[in-house]
């Protein structure tokens, strides 16, 4: 688990948000269908956008996973300031 900041909430594994252990289409998949509503929203897991989890699910979310799909790191110390 990824801590996001002292009282910030936390995610999931960067970009896992199946929690099944990596990042694969069935998480960008996921996305869509919590985008859609038709998947609960759970800000715990689905806000990931880093250093600033705003309790909301919007594009920079669907954007920080596609990151983490593409490999690329988590792009913010953690603890965030």
Same mark, same amino acid.
């Given at each position: 688990? =990824?801590?996001? &900041?002292? %009282?910030? %909430? $936390? $995610? @999931?594994?960067? @970009?896992?948000?199946?929690l099944? &252990?990596?990042?694969?289409? /069935?998480? =960008?998949? =996921? /996305?869509?269908?919590?985008?859609? %509503?038709?998947?609960? #929203? !759970?800000?715990?897991?689905?806000? !990931?956008?880093?250093?600033?989890?705003? %309790?909301? #699910?919007? #594009? =920079?979310?669907?954007?920080?996973?596609?990151?983490? #799909?593409?490999?690329?790191?988590?792009?913010?110390? !953690?603890?965030?300031?």
């Open positions: 688990t =990824l801590t996001t &900041g002292p %009282g910030q %909430g $936390t $995610t @999931g594994p960067w @970009g896992d948000m199946d099944n &252990g990596h990042v694969d289409f /069935l998480d =960008l998949a =996921l /996305l869509v269908r919590v985008f859609q %509503g038709t998947v609960p #929203f !759970i800000p715990e897991i689905y806000d !990931i956008h880093p250093c600033d989890p705003n %309790g909301h #699910f919007d #594009f =920079l979310d669907i954007a920080r996973d596609i990151d983490a #799909f593409q490999g690329d790191p988590y792009p913010c110390a !953690i603890p965030c300031p």
